[in-house]
């Protein structure tokens, strides 16, 4: 696939058709069983779709984000990982505020948020927008902060600040409350004891506190005696 230098309303249509090309029908019925979105769907390859913006990134990506179109989940995929190869912040959060707004499902959220190196040279930075994030009443914004700090804050010095967070997130639904869990999953196997003492109260809901030992129970990086004595802690 030729990549272009500028993008154009015309280069943009030539490199849609190409990458509608790459279509491969089996993996589209099986990733969109997994992933629900109002989006047009090809049925692309992540390592495919990684390659494909790793060239539009070492070519003009600001160029690219200026044209891209949302027809496509793997448009909006791509623009995401664009988006992370972005060094400067000011122009970084400019153009991922607008895609945040495009997040319609947790692959866009959770594939572009693990991809976001810019996060490790710059984390006071990032927690202050990720406060902001789970104030939000928006799911996938929410969701988007949640994974951040999964990914990149579980350490001591932010363990205490974590959880007076998750006590604070007012969004009840289900792909906030599964990123909550995984969230609490990880901080027990990075940070066990005041995980264990988070567990025994917190303002979790029920659904979130019950799928978090779960997913602490399933995980083969936890003891069998941790996993045995986190069901103390297992709500009605």
């Avoid at 943009?12 to 058709?17: D, H, Q, T």
């Avoid at 990506?61 to 793997?74: A, G, K």
């Avoid at 006071?124 to 990720?130: A, L, N, R, V």
């Avoid at 659904?207 to 009605?236: G, P, W």
């Amino acid at each position: 696939m030729k990549i272009p230098s500028e993008w154009t309303k015309e280069s943009y249509k030539v490199f849609l058709r190409e990458l509608c090309m790459l279509e491969d029908t089996s993996y589209k019925d099986f990733n969109f069983k997994l992933i629900s979105t109002n989006y047009g769907k090809i049925g692309i390859r992540m390592p495919i779709l990684k390659d494909i913006a790793k060239k539009i990134a070492k070519k003009n990506p600001i160029s690219f984000l200026e044209i891209v179109e949302d027809t496509y989940y793997e448009e909006v995929m791509l623009e995401g990982l664009v988006i992370t190869s972005i060094k400067e912040l000011d122009t970084f959060f400019y153009y991922f505020n607008i895609y945040m707004t495009k997040i319609d499902n947790w692959a866009l959220c959770d594939y572009i948020v693990a991809n976001m190196k810019i996060v490790k040279e710059n984390k006071k930075f990032f927690y202050k927008k990720i406060k902001k994030l789970l104030k939000s009443r928006e799911e996938y914004k929410v969701r988007v902060g949640i994974v951040l700090l999964l990914n990149y804050y579980i350490e001591e010095y932010y363990i205490a600040k974590i959880f007076k967070l998750c006590n604070n997130i007012k969004v009840n639904t289900y792909y906030v409350n599964m990123a909550l869990a995984w969230l609490i999953c990880e901080c027990f196997i990075k940070q066990k004891t005041k995980t264990y003492t988070f567990l025994k109260r917190n303002k979790l809901n029920s659904f979130t506190q019950n799928k978090a030992i779960s997913k602490i129970r399933e995980s083969d990086h936890i003891t069998k005696n941790d996993k045995m004595k986190v069901l103390d802690f297992k709500r009605k």
